[in-house]
């Protein structure tokens, strides 16, 4: 099974609609992340989490809100889906008692089109 | 400046030779680098890790490191079509609180 699961692959929404994605792992790691990808954009940090009481925002969290109901598990959420939200969305995890050293393990991706 | 620079490419070579492809870094104090490969429409997949000043080799790939030029590049021996992908740098922030990535080098490898 994959250490880092998202929820759903794929999806196609309307204007004005309110989405969820979803971002499970069993690696045990304590921090998660949100990210966007856009062709020529590179990853854009979206939100961060270090546990479950510490949320952070990244770079791009305008239009977009998280929560971490457990350590394995954080969402994100946009409240009002706009078109330019249309993009490859992507969770990763790391684990903090190897900052140093250690990297960030990205689930499959969530592939949103707002039309 | 980027914190992580990368050239967008796409670097074209021929199956069999040698890719090289470089990240420069504005961060004097970041001490580990990450090179990822990405294939179109999938998740980045880490393939190399470097932390020391120097080389790493794991297979067909070699991570070097130099910290004084702020550099690091990925060579890739006897590339094949299937390493055709995108290739990301990154490297931690200040305080190590997130990875900052570069936009990614698009290797081509060609039959």
């Known amino acids: 099974d994959a250490d880092v699961t998202q929820t759903p692959r794929n999806r196609i929404t309307k204007t004005g609609k309110r989405i969820m994605l979803e971002c499970s792992q069993t690696k045990g790691h304590d921090r998660m992340y949100w990210y966007r990808q856009d062709p020529g954009l590179g990853l854009r940090l979206i939100y961060y989490?270090?546990?479950?009481?510490?949320?952070n925002k990244g770079e791009i969290s305008d239009g977009y809100s998280v929560s971490r109901q457990a350590q394995a598990k954080f969402s994100l959420s946009l409240e009002s889906a706009i078109p330019n939200q249309t993009a490859l969305y992507f969770c990763?995890?790391?684990?903090?008692?190897?900052?140093?050293?250690?990297?960030?393990?990205f689930g499959p991706g969530t592939r949103l089109t707002v039309l | 400046q980027k914190e992580v620079e990368q050239n967008s490419g796409p670097l074209s070579v021929p199956e069999g030779a040698i890719a090289s492809l470089n990240c420069t870094y504005s961060?004097?104090?970041?001490?580990?680098f990450f090179w990822y490969r990405q294939y179109s429409g999938k998740s980045p997949e880490l393939i190399m890790s470097?932390?020391?000043?120097g080389d790493k080799e794991d297979g067909r790939f070699t991570a070097q490191l130099n910290k004084a030029s702020q550099y690091v590049s990925l060579l890739i021996r006897d590339s094949q079509p299937s390493d055709s992908a995108t290739y990301l740098c990154a490297a931690p922030n200040t305080g190590f609180q997130k990875l900052v990535f570069g936009t990614g080098t698009r290797l081509l490898v060609s039959p």
């Open positions: 961060d004097r104090v970041s001490q580990s």
């Open positions: 470097i932390y020391s000043n």
């Open positions: 990763a995890t790391s684990d903090s008692q190897k900052r140093l050293t250690d990297t960030q393990y």
């Open positions: 989490s270090f546990d479950v009481k510490d949320i």
